[in-house]
């Protein structure tokens, strides 16, 4: 049976950095001086590899929607010639990066895992190998078609995925979906279809930058925080609210937020809690959200929401348009 082929997107992040005197920092060509004294990536078992470094390495925390856009065009660039893609990337901002990945993919027939490691492929007890190895191993035989992200043994949809822990090596979590796959000493699938084809061709949409403010709600919060975000020429916010999406019932932060939503901008509830979903009909500091114009996010990760919004509004689609497809599960993001 010929060999998989898969194609590494080396972004950056910790995996492939070098000790210095300053911290860790990246240096090209040093993980790929790495991986040629690891036999294990090497064995017959395993696929064949192409990396591709990105110049310069990209810190997670610099990353934006021109560098999605990058890495989208990339696979597209690059999809006819190999079975599989593995992208990594610094952990910080990672669960963004699959999340707008997922939109931007639309009827992936290939696998695409988003992996990266907590310590440095080169230190001793680096996460990065075991990441890195699994990744490339499911691409080429457990191939789940969309968009997903490896870590600490767990494959999760890459829009249901959370960094939730700082410096543990089990630093991501899907916290309303289970993981479609455990690389336990068994691969066991959580029901995950294996090599599922769409229906429609291949299609990599293009995005821009959106103005979207994120507000977290806390007890006390004043108006006047809702309404200078609102000044700035925002085209959506996020709202991060208490419970099942409840706020303060205060007529004037209410009021701005009906301004908003008349004048298009879309306001969109998700709760603060890791887990769990908005029910804005469930108490009446709800339901006065719902009647401001504010909509349901469902049980998105903010991460999954600020993907999701990005890619709407880069469209031209009626505002209303807009509206509906925030609440409609595009690619798994959400559950109704």
Known sequence: MERKHIYIAYTGGTIGMLKSEQGYIPVSGFMQQQLKQMPEFHRPEMPEFTIHEYAPLIDSADMTPAEWQRIADDIRDNYDNYDGFVILHGT??????????????????????????????????????????NSLHIAANYPINEVTLFFNNQLLRGNRSTKSHADGFNAFTSPNMPSLLEAGINIQLNGAEIDKKPEGEFKVHTITEQPVAIIMMYPGISP???????????????????????????KELLGLLREATNRGVVVLNLTQCLA?????????????????????????????????????????????????????????????
């Open 276 to 336: 769990g979903k908005v029910n804005m009909g469930g108490y009446a500091t709800g339901c006065a959200l719902a009647e401001a114009g504010v909509l349901s996010g469902y049980d998105m990760t903010p991460e999954a929401a600020l993907a999701k919004l990005h890619y709407l509004l880069s469209q031209d689609l009626p505002m209303e348009t807009v509206r509906n497809l925030l609440q409609q599960d595009l690619r798994g993001e959400l559950t109704l």
């Open 224 to 250: 006047d925080v809702i309404r200078n975000a609102l000044k700035q020429p925002v085209n959506a916010m996020i709202l991060l609210t208490f419970g099942v999406g409840n706020a303060p019932q205060n």
């Open 92 to 133: 910080d901002t990672m669960a963004y990066t699959a999340s707008a990945l997922s939109f931007m993919l639309e009827n992936l027939d290939k696998p695409v895992i988003v992996t990266g490691s907590q310590i440095p492929l080169a230190e001793l007890r680096s996460d990065g190998q075991a990441n890195l190895l």
